[in-house]
């Protein structure tokens, strides 16, 4: 099965796919369970770790124009860590070796990739075939697929709790396009769990709902959250971190939809990967009760996949050290997110028996608004109470010292003008040529810059050229906004 259209190859694949890939990501059968080579009922606990690679664009080309950062460190190899490119440019590719070195020699690895848009568009961007024919191996050669599992995200690398709602489920429709358009619609299927930029989970019941559902209609039947980012519904923190629980989200109209959510524990820190700390945590852990089946707890972990010298340096040697003991273990063993959700499952776990959570902070707030109908008015008023106690509703991510929003309003402002008159754009666009959108190349254009701008790193580095990249980007998308897209 291929997608309908080609576009032009100067502009990333974001968009004009839509019923081909709404077809595929809504497969119902299981995507792991026949492929699983693994004795489940003899596992006394799991781990499965997750390798989030991301390079942002930056309108620093020749003429100003779109390219990946990547790009950028190998043109300007003097300045700061950017000597740095070639080592991060194989870390981008090296799981293709692994993978393959690792099966040969009698291993069972396990390893979930989350790629942002940027980065694999920039990879296309910089003819990076051999990158890309790597990652290819591993994701649609059918020895590898019981190992590897690909997570969906933003294609922006959004911060989810900052992105106007509207353009949630653009972020998550991107790159489902720019996906399927290096690996295929098949490659597309086996995509069923999802990564949120800077693990940055919204609390704001609108905000929150809004994920969810969009996640939901987009075929997305788990995603990865911070420990610290959820609560039990009593407020609580969370009591059982290594199994899976159902996310609930209710708006500000009452309207309830959940999801379930395999938790990260711990913080940031790229030793936990780096080092293999999951694999040896889940050596210490034994079988629980789920419902009423017995099932293996599952150690989780993400962090950054090519970022700092443990990452560069010590996690290879690591994550191969760990899959060799692995192979004398009778009771531990890797196993992938969706392909545990499957297995547990397939012993007789249902959804309703995962513990119920809900996102940081809310159980105040229906503390607050109590047992009376929920409404925008009532819920704004309970938010700027709470508000007045430091209770806030602007979410939690990796970190709990850094805001995305505040100290950014030369960024924030910008992002929400240009999300609007993006919208307004559209909506300009008589109904019946709104499904033929995707063949007008403003549309195409102003949706990239719309997207691009959106990226947390325009934040993560502070005041100074950061910020500059963002005003270049908004100036940029208005003009072809203002083309109009008819």
Not at 258 to 269: C, F, M, N, R
Request: hydrophobic fraction near 40%; include cysteine.
């Amino acid at each position: 099965m291929s997608p309908p259209i080609t576009y032009d190859q100067t502009l990333p694949t974001i968009c004009g796919w839509e019923s081909s890939i709404q077809a595929v990501s809504h497969a119902k059968q299981p995507v792991f369970l026949e492929r699983s080579n693994l004795d489940f009922s003899r596992l006394s606990a799991g781990f499965a770790i997750a390798l989030h690679m991301h390079q942002p664009t930056i309108p620093a080309g020749s003429e100003g124009q779109l390219i990946g950062h990547l790009q950028y460190m190998f043109e300007h190899h003097h300045e700061g860590d950017n000597h740095n490119a070639g080592p991060f440019a194989y870390c981008y590719a090296r799981l293709g070796d692994f993978i393959p070195e690792l099966v040969e020699q009698g291993c069972n690895p396990r390893v979930m990739l989350d790629y942002s848009g940027n980065l694999l568009w920039g990879l296309k961007q910089m003819g990076r075939d051999d990158i890309l024919a790597k990652l290819k191996g591993i994701t649609c050669d059918a020895r590898y697929q019981p190992h590897v599992e690909w997570l969906g995200t933003f294609w922006g690398h959004a911060v989810a709790a900052a992105t106007p709602l509207p353009d949630i489920k653009l972020h998550i429709r991107a790159w489902q396009h720019q996906f399927v358009s290096i690996f295929g619609l098949e490659a597309l299927k086996r995509v069923r769990g999802f990564s949120l930029p800077e693990m940055q989970l919204p609390n704001h019941p609108d905000a929150l709902y809004t994920l969810v559902s969009a996640l939901k209609e987009s075929g997305y039947q788990w995603v990865m959250v911070q420990e610290h980012t959820v609560e039990m519904l009593t407020g609580e923190g969370i009591q059982q971190p290594h199994l899976p629980h159902r996310l609930v989200a209710r708006n500000s109209h009452g309207e309830e939809v959940s999801i379930t959510a395999l938790i990260k524990t711990q913080g940031s820190d790229t030793k936990l990967i780096g080092q293999m700390q999951p694999f040896y945590e889940a050596k210490t852990l034994g079988r629980v009760t789920l419902g009423n089946v017995s099932v293996p707890p599952l150690v989780s972990q993400i962090s950054d996949g090519e970022n700092g010298g443990v990452m560069m340096n010590e996690f290879p040697g690591a994550f191969k050290r760990a899959w060799h003991e692995a192979r004398h273990e009778q009771s531990v063993s890797g196993i992938n997110g969706t392909e545990y959700l499957e297995l547990i499952g397939a012993a007789g776990v249902a959804d309703s028996d995962f513990p119920v959570c809900q996102a940081t902070g809310q159980h105040h707030l229906w503390q607050v608004l109590g047992e009376g109908d929920i409404t925008p008015e009532r819920m704004g008023d309970a938010i700027a109470t709470l508000g007045e106690q430091h209770i806030t509703f602007s979410g939690g991510s990796w970190t709990n010292d850094r805001s995305w929003v505040e100290g950014y309003d030369n960024v924030i402002g910008p992002m929400e003008r240009l999300s609007a008159r993006f919208h307004q754009a559209v909506n300009r666009v008589p109904v019946a040529q709104q499904s033929h959108l995707a063949l007008n190349a403003n549309y195409r254009q102003a949706l990239l810059y719309n997207l691009v701008l959106q990226t947390s790193c325009f934040r993560y580095w502070g005041q100074g050229q950061w910020t500059d990249y963002a005003q270049a980007i908004y100036q940029r998308g208005c003009e072809f906004i203002e083309r109009g897209f008819a």
